[in-house]
């Protein structure tokens, strides 16, 4: 099979369907783009999950008369309650937060923010106990084992918080990945009507081939490479997005929200890019085999 004959039907075939070829392209950079974006959201949680985790507490609030009175939890009720939790199998350590330490916290806080220092007085504050765990996906267990001690105010639970965050991002994650489906689908029917078009033009120099002794396989790859061609296009431009994106968008949101870990180009051109391109391949070529099995006899 000579190479040049077929790279020179595949440049043919993408220029004489340039509209097509052109739209083809711009949605599948599309719904890979989508598809990325998603994976990005992806990766941006296993991020989330390894910073923050290890650092995921149970805060327990202690009561009134505690806040109060006791600044090193010498009483009775402050003492017994923590050394309960301190000799729970199920935690690591256990530190005492004073009023005063407490209101000092608040201060460094929300020191760049004097409106929400007007909010609290250093009395306003409870003393707390702050509870890291072996596991801190089991603080649900401390919860309910120590919720009804009378010298608990209130217990916050750090894990609900950030798996009702990671929530929010899996939501978002899995619309980014909906509509990469949607567009995903549009490029398989254009690749598929692109394939039908181009090979209708060229049924007679295609039947004239035939009738010389040239394979059905012969024939039909330029179709198939002119859909793999397109795929790959479209990947590259799906990643030149992204990489974009990064640069216009994320970046700054990243620095205006501290809690959101950074993506670097090689969380793109490790973790995505390849994926893409591999996507890209395998989409248009199973398209554009199938397309030629059902449609194309020649």
């Known amino acids: 099979m000579r190479a040049s004959f077929v790279f020179s039907e595949v440049v043919t075939g993408l220029r004489r369907n340039v509209t097509m070829t052109v739209a083809m392209i711009l949605t599948t950079a599309i ?6 974006g998603g994976l990005l959201f992806v990766r941006t949680i296993d991020k989330m999950q390894a910073n923050y985790l290890d650092d995921v507490e149970v805060t327990v609030y202690l009561n009134d008369d505690i806040s109060a009175n006791d600044e090193d ?20 350590s256990v530190s005492y937060e004073n009023r005063s330490e ?10 760049s923010e004097p409106d929400m220092m007007e ?15 072996f596991d801190p996906q089991r603080s649900d267990v401390i919860v ?3 919720s009804g001690d009378e010298a608990i105010s209130k217990i916050n639970d750090q894990n609900k918080f950030l798996e009702r965050f990671l929530g ?30 181009s090979a209708f033009t060229r049924r007679t120099e295609v039947g004239i081939m035939r009738l010389v002794g040239a394979t059905r396989w012969y024939t039909q790859l330029p179709f198939l490479l002119e859909a793999v061609v397109a795929g790959v296009l479209g990947a590259f431009l799906a990643i030149g997005g992204l990489v974009g994106l990064k640069y216009t968008v994320l970046d700054r949101l990243v620095e205006q ?4 870990p950074s993506i670097g180009l090689f969380d793109i051109g490790i973790h995505v890019a390849p ?4 996507t890209s391949i395998v989409i248009s070529a199973v398209t554009g085999y199938i397309t030629l099995r059902l449609y194309v006899r020649h």
């Open 144 to 146: 309910q084992e120590y």
């Open 102 to 111: 407490a209101y000092a916290r608040f201060q460094e806080i929300f020191k």
């Open 257 to 260: 929200v501290g809690a959101i």
């Open 168 to 197: 929010l991002l899996n939501e978002g994650r899995n619309g980014t990945f909906l509509v990469a489906l949607i567009a995903a689908t549009a490029a398989v029917l254009l690749i598929a009507n692109t394939i039908q078009v």
């Open 31 to 36: 719904s890979l783009g989508m598809f990325g």
């Open 119 to 133: 909010l609290a007085r250093p009395d306003s504050l409870p003393a707390s106990l702050h509870v890291k765990l």
């Open 275 to 278: 994926v893409l391109l591999a």
């Open 73 to 92: 939890c010498t009483t009775s009720a402050c003492s017994s309650l923590r050394q309960s939790l301190e000799t729970d199998p199920a935690v690591e």
